[in-house]
C-alpha cells in the first residue's frame, strides 16, 4: 500500500525538455526525493515528534529517494532506514573528539579532488552529490566546494606521472549521481593511462535508487578496458529488495565485480544475527562482504557509535556461525596509517 502512494510521485520529467535533453528516469526520481523530515515521517504514518526527529538539519539536509522510504515499515520510528536518514535531535549534541574533519584528509591530497594515501591506488572525489544523505556520514562536513573534481584534469595528470598507481577508486560523495557522458568520459581518460589497470567504484546508489543501473550506465561501465569492481554501501538486510537484487543481477552480468562496504551502526545493524542476514543477502545478490567499518570520530554522530569490544565481539559471533567468506573484515580508519586498520582478528 505504501509503495502505491511513493510511486504516485514518479511522473514524467516537466514538458519543455526536448528529446535530447530529457533527462534520465533516475534523474527524475532522484530530483522527487523526499527532502523534510515532516513529510518522511507523514509517509511512514508516524508522529513529528518520534524517533527523536529534529527539524534542524544541523547543515546537512535531509535527502531520501522514495524508492529507499519505500522499504521502511510503515509506524516504526525505529525502523533500521528510517534512523540512517532522519535528522535527529542527538545530532546537535558536542561530544569530546567528535569533530568536523576526523580523518585530516587534506593532509593526503596532492592535487584537488584527489586522496593519495594508500599506496597503489589513489580516490578521487569525483562530486559531493549524493542520491541520499546518511546522518552518520563521515563526510557530512567535507568542504566539497575545494574538492568536488569538476574539472579533473589535474588528479589525471597526478594519476598518469605516478606509474606505481594501478587502480583509480571514484568516490565523493557518490560519483553515481553524475551523468552517464560525464563518467563516460572520465572512465575513457582512465583507461588511456597505461598503467591504470582498475576501475572502483564507491556508490551506495544500486542500493538506494537502483533505477540508476539502467542501459546508459552498463554501456560504458560494461564496455571498459579496466577491470571494474563496484564497493556497494548497505548496512541492512530491509535495504535489499528484489529490485535491488535485480540491479545487482545486471551488474555481475555486465562483468562488474560487486563487493559491500557496511558501516556498524547503534541501534541499525549492531547484532550478530542482522549482520549475518545482510551477508547471506548480500551473497544471494552476487555480492562479497568486503568491510565492517566502526564509526569515524565525525561531530553530530556519535549517538550511532558501538564501542569497539562489542565491535569486536560481534565478528567473533560472525565467524562461529557464518561461512569465512561471509565475514566482513572489521576496520578502523586511521589518519597516517598504511592501509584500513583491521580489528577483531
Ligand atoms: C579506503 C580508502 C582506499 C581504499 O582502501 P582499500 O583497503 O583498498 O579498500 C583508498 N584511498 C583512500 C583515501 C581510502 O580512504
Ligand atoms: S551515500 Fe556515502 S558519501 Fe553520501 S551521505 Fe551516505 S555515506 Fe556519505
Redesign the pocket.
Same mark, same amino acid.
Given at each position: 500500500m505504501i509503495t502505491r502512494t511513493l510511486d504516485a510521485g514518479t511522473s514524467p520529467p516537466a514538458a519543455g525538455f526536448g528529446p535530447s535533453r530529457r533527462p534520465a528516469r533516475w534523474q527524475s526520481l532522484l530530483s522527487q526525493g523526499v527532502s523534510s523530515a515532516e513529510e518522511l515521517l507523514d509517509l511512514l504514518g508516524l508522529d513529528p515528534g518520534a524517533a527523536d526527529c529534529s527539524p534542524n538539519h544541523f547543515g546537512f539536509p535531509i535527502r531520501v529517494p522514495r524508492s529507499f522510504v519505500s522499504r521502511m515499515r510503515p509506524g516504526d520510528p525505529r525502523d533500521p532506514l528510517l534512523l540512517q536518514v532522519l535528522s535527529r535531535t542527538a545530532e546537535g549534541a558536542e561530544v569530546d573528539g567528535w569533530v568536523a574533519e576526523p580523518l585530516e584528509e587534506a593532509r593526503f591530497s596532492p592535487v584537488p579532488g584527489l586522496l593519495h594515501k594508500y599506496r597503489s591506488r589513489v580516490l578521487l572525489v569525483a562530486t559531493g552529490a =549524493?542520491a541520499? @544523505? =546518511?546522518r552518520y =556520514?563521515f563526510?557530512r562536513h567535507f568542504p566539497y566546494g575545494e574538492h568536488a573534481a569538476a574539472r579533473w584534469q589535474p588528479a589525471l595528470d597526478y594519476v598518469a606521472g605516478q606509474p606505481s598507481i594501478e587502480e583509480v577508486i571514484l568516490s565523493?560523495?557518490?560519483p553515481l549521481s553524475l551523468r552517464d557522458s560525464k563518467l563516460a568520459d572520465l572512465e575513457q581518460r582512465l583507461s588511456s593511462i597505461p598503467h591504470v589497470s582498475r576501475l572502483r567504484i564507491h556508490t551506495?546508489l544500486p542500493i538506494v535508487l537502483p533505477e540508476r543501473v539502467d542501459e546508459g550506465l552498463l554501456a560504458w561501465l560494461g564496455g571498459s578496458r579496466l577491470q571494474t569492481v563496484m564497493v556497494v @554501501?548497505c548496512n541492512h538486510p530491509n535495504e535489499i529488495d528484489p529490485a535491488v537484487a535485480a540491479a545487482l543481477g545486471r551488474l555481475r552480468d555486465a562483468g562488474v565485480m560487486l563487493l559491500n562496504q557496511s558501516v556498524l551502526l547503534r541501534g541499525i545493524n549492531d547484532s550478530s544475527a542482522i549482520l549475518r542476514d545482510l551477508s547471506v543477502a548480500l551473497f544471494k545478490a552476487g555480492v562479497m562482504p568486503y568491510y565492517l567499518h566502526v564509526m569515524d570520530r565525525v561531530a553530530g554522530a556519535s549517538h550511532f557509535d558501538v564501542p569497539r569490544s562489542a565491535a569486536e565481539h560481534l565478528i567473533q559471533e560472525m565467524r562461529a556461525t557464518c561461512s569465512g567468506y561471509l565475514v566482513p573484515t572489521l576496520v578502523r580508519e586511521e589518519p597516517g596509517a598504511l592501509s584500513k586498520t583491521p580489528l577483531g582478528a
Open positions: =549524493c541520499i @544523505h =546518511c =556520514c563526510r565523493g560523495g557518490d551506495r @554501501h
